[in-house]
């Protein structure tokens, strides 16, 4: 997305570039009538169908301690699916927007899922490869990984 993006300063606000991808709603206003409507389809396509697959499967495959998922499955009772995953890529953009930007909350802890995906990364290294690394054993090695992404240092 960096690529594609570019320079993340230049667009001032989260809005603008959920504009530039296209994914901000369609507005008719009148002095008589306020209609909002679908997505405009204008922006890059090829951004907007990326983020529309991962709201997809964020909406899917996310459990449900993921409170993007839960979101946007709860509005999928009120809207049909492909709304809500459209509701979903737009806030995944100002998220992304924000992280670009480094406006983000550094980590508290790491998660049951996240330590998991240390332990398989650590196997498929491979022992060899994990000491010559430093690291003498799986535990130490997600301990440090651990402490890395926690203190950032």
Aim: without cysteine; hydrophobic residues 40%.
């Amino acid at each position: 997305m960096g690529a594609i993006i570019g320079d993340i300063s230049r667009f001032r606000n989260p809005k603008k570039l959920v504009a530039y991808i296209g994914l901000q709603p369609g507005v008719n206003r009148s002095g008589v009538t306020d209609h909002s409507g679908g997505i405009k389809h204008t922006g890059r396509k090829d951004l907007r169908a990326l983020l529309v697959q991962a709201a997809h499967a964020i909406l899917r495959m996310a459990p449900d301690s993921n409170a993007l998922a839960r979101w946007g499955r709860a509005m999928i009772y009120r809207k049909n699916r492909n709304v809500a995953a459209i509701a979903v890529a737009r806030k995944l953009t100002v998220y992304i927007w924000y992280l670009l930007r480094g406006f983000f909350t550094p980590l508290d802890n790491l998660t049951t899922s996240f330590r998991t995906k240390l332990q398989k990364l650590a196997i498929e290294i491979g022992t060899a490869t994990r000491r010559e690394m430093g690291y003498t054993s799986i535990k130490d090695f997600i301990l440090k990984k651990e402490e890395i992404l926690l203190t950032g240092s």
